[in-house]
């Protein structure tokens, strides 16, 4: 192995590395790697920075836009509610919630697509009386299903044939993934059907759990006429800082402050809400100056005036390694939180001095407009009405499926390149004033447009470096024996083993070189490597962070790491056979 190989697999070991601790971004983790890659020597100006050159970050970027105005019109809203129907208990409308996800998730981005259909399948649940652990897991599984169906499906497929270019091989055609990917789809499809509703029927949501507990954590006290604590903020009445216990509203009948400041101030009559654990909130009897608002438990945690949201933790939020109180959380968000899950466990803690982690769900008590004015921000993964109620949408909807509709037929006719056909649809989306310049600037995520720019100069000095080489010789010499079935088995394994440990991106750009080399030195069609990396990388089913619409269902469901490796082994086994059988068929 050269000194450059070396060096390769050491820059790149590390940044995977990094990556699974997640020290930084992706982004930043890429760029730090492809900067020194190209202080080293082992790449020049040119090979670092062909990212930017190449047709498939753009392509994604225009995609962005795309399904941001399909999410705000809510272009398949109609269809999802009167899909699931009212009969069945859980795998009748679980079926006819995949179908149009999977079908969806082939046209669109599958992470606004989850966002968008997480409140409509939670509606349907809480009207049936179901549980949406039952359902959200499905939900990510099916979405990642369509998105291996067609060139757009995902922007791990616009990476490969981004790659595919630069090695001099024709790009995918709109639906060639299809051949291949249909069969593994249809039959992931029927296998969630058949087995999650078995096993995950002990999942319990945090809006279940919640509804279950709330009188654990949860009382009305009111300020008495004339007390000590009448005219005084709630910072003099020592009401801030209380142990195990926090001051979530102050209700004064034809107002609600949510959450209570510091500097509100009480007046006698005052309904104060106070949320925390049941063995400190009995101590709230003994401050001067409350009293008990009613003899009763509360039987709904509700406040009039005021909504609950569970809001999902993503790896790329600010709020990761903080807790609530370093963040400055109700300050900054205008919101208080009332309980964290995490791993399907509601946390015992006193929530101020938690550390926030990627897939923690909070929920939060808050204006009605919370949500509006925090998606489509890093800070939070998702946003979900606790209640199911689902955000009205803008119009546009007829707009916005014309241009969708005109996009996916240019591109799959071959009448524009789908880097024409994208950018025009997102320029379109503009013109037509579905969305406004700064919602579509909104929707670009520059953080995955940023790691799969800086990402294609890595996976050149994996080839040129000859540390793709290397890798494939010993990947022949270990799995050759066993023919090309062996050797396809060996790549599509690695990259499998890869997307589960970084982002799928990622997994695709540094496998892809190798698979190439494998294929030239194996005797077998680079073509069919590139398809079995494209799907390999986007069959993440094993952990809740290895595909982002896995780590946004992972609070909101309440599910457990264990939950994922139950559900989604059977349905890895099945994509990685079907890749390693269906390819030989067609290439």
């Known amino acids: 192995m050269t000194p450059e190989a070396w060096l390769t697999a050491l820059i790149v070991v590390l940044i995977l590395a990094g990556l699974v601790a997640s020290v930084a971004s992706p982004s930043i983790l890429a760029f730090s790697g492809v900067v020194v890659l190209l202080l080293l020597g082992v790449i020049d100006t040119a090979q670092a920075l062909s990212g930017f050159s190449n047709p498939a970050p753009f392509t994604v970027g225009a995609l962005f836009v795309v399904a941001r105005a399909i999410s705000k019109t809510g272009a398949i809203r109609p269809f999802t509610q009167s899909l699931m129907g009212t009969t069945g208990h859980t795998r009748r409308p679980m079926l006819r919630m995949l179908a149009p996800t999977v079908v969806a998730s082939a046209f669109m981005n599958n992470i606004p697509l989850v966002a968008m259909m997480i409140p409509e399948v939670t509606t349907w649940a809480r009207k049936r009386g179901s549980d949406t652990a039952r359902f959200l897991l499905p939900l990510s599984y099916g979405a990642i299903f369509g998105g291996i169906l067609t060139l757009i499906g995902t922007s791990t497929n616009l990476v490969v044939a981004g790659q595919m270019e630069d090695f001099g091989l024709e790009p995918f055609s709109f639906f060639e993934l299809g051949r291949v990917g249909l069969p593994i789809a249809l039959t992931g499809v029927v296998i969630l059907v058949a087995l999650s509703p078995r096993?995950?029927?002990?999942?319990?949501?945090?809006?279940?759990?919640?509804?279950?507990?709330?009188?654990?954590?949860?009382?009305?006290?009111?300020?008495?006429?004339?007390?000590?604590?009448?005219?005084?903020?709630?910072?003099?009445?020592?009401?801030?800082?209380?142990?195990?216990?926090?001051?979530?509203?102050?209700?004064?009948?034809?107002?609600?402050?949510?959450?209570?400041?510091?500097?509100?101030?009480?007046?006698?009559?005052?309904?104060?809400?106070?949320?925390?654990?049941?063995?400190?909130?009995?101590?709230?009897?003994?401050?001067?100056?409350?009293?008990?608002?009613?003899?009763?438990?509360?039987?709904?945690?509700?406040?009039?005036?005021?909504?609950?949201?569970?809001?999902?933790?993503?790896?790329?939020?600010?709020?990761?390694?903080?807790?609530?109180?370093?963040?400055?959380?109700?300050?900054?968000?205008?919101?208080?939180?009332?309980?964290?899950?995490?791993?399907?466990?509601?946390?015992?803690?006193?929530?101020?001095?938690?550390?926030?982690?990627?897939?923690?769900?909070?929920?939060?008590?808050?204006?009605?407009?919370?949500?509006?004015?925090?998606?489509?921000?890093?800070?939070?993964?998702?946003?979900?009405?606790?209640?199911?109620?689902?955000?009205?949408?803008?119009?546009?909807?007829?707009?916005?499926?014309?241009?969708?509709?005109?996009?996916?037929?240019?591109?799959?006719?071959?009448?524009?390149?789908?880097?024409?056909?994208?950018?025009?649809?997102?320029?379109?989306?503009?013109?037509?004033?579905?969305?406004?310049?700064?919602?579509?600037r909104q929707a670009l995520d520059l953080d995955v447009l940023g790691m799969i720019a800086a990402a294609f100069g890595l996976a050149v000095a994996v080839e040129v470096s000859g540390l793709a080489s290397v890798i494939s010789e010993g990947l022949i010499s270990a799995l050759g024996r066993f023919g090309e079935i062996g050797v396809l088995a060996g790549v599509v394994v690695a990259t499998v083993m890869i997307t589960e440990l970084v982002t799928n991106n990622a997994a695709a750009l540094l496998m892809f070189p190798i698979a190439v080399s494998s294929a030239a030195a194996a005797g077998v069609d680079p073509r069919g490597m590139a398809v079995a990396v494209a799907i390999a990388a986007s069959a993440s089913f094993l952990t809740p962070l290895g595909y982002q619409t896995n780590t946004m269902v992972y609070g909101p469901g309440g599910y457990r790491v264990t939950d994922y490796l139950k559900v989604g082994f059977p349905i890895t086994i099945i994509a990685v056979v079907g890749v390693v059988f269906l390819v030989p068929l067609f290439y």
């Open 199 to 440: 096993l995950l029927r002990q999942v319990r949501s945090p809006g279940a759990t919640l509804a279950e507990s709330e009188r654990d954590f949860s009382i009305d006290m009111a300020v008495s006429a004339a007390g000590p604590l009448d005219g005084v903020t709630v910072e003099e009445g020592r009401l801030r800082h209380l142990t195990g216990v926090f001051l979530a509203s102050v209700d004064r009948g034809d107002s609600v402050v949510a959450p209570a400041r510091p500097n509100t101030v009480l007046r006698g009559g005052d309904r104060l809400r106070f949320v925390g654990r049941i063995d400190q909130i009995l101590d709230l009897q003994a401050i001067k100056g409350l009293e008990h608002a009613d003899q009763d438990h509360i039987s709904a945690l509700s406040v009039p005036g005021a909504s609950y949201f569970t809001v999902a933790i993503g790896h790329d939020s600010p709020l990761v390694g903080m807790s609530l109180r370093e963040a400055e959380f109700r300050s900054k968000y205008q919101a208080a939180v009332v309980a964290i899950h995490r791993a399907g466990v509601r946390l015992d803690a006193k929530l101020g001095d938690v550390v926030l982690r990627p897939g923690d769900a909070l929920i939060v008590l808050t204006d009605a407009g919370f949500g509006r004015r925090w998606q489509n921000r890093a800070d939070f993964l998702l946003i979900s009405s606790l209640d199911g109620e689902i955000e009205p949408v803008a119009p546009g909807r007829w707009r916005t499926l014309a241009v969708l509709g005109a996009m996916i037929v240019v591109a799959a006719t071959g009448l524009l390149p789908i880097l024409h056909a994208a950018l025009t649809a997102a320029l379109l989306m503009i013109v037509l004033q579905v969305l406004t310049a700064d919602e579509a």
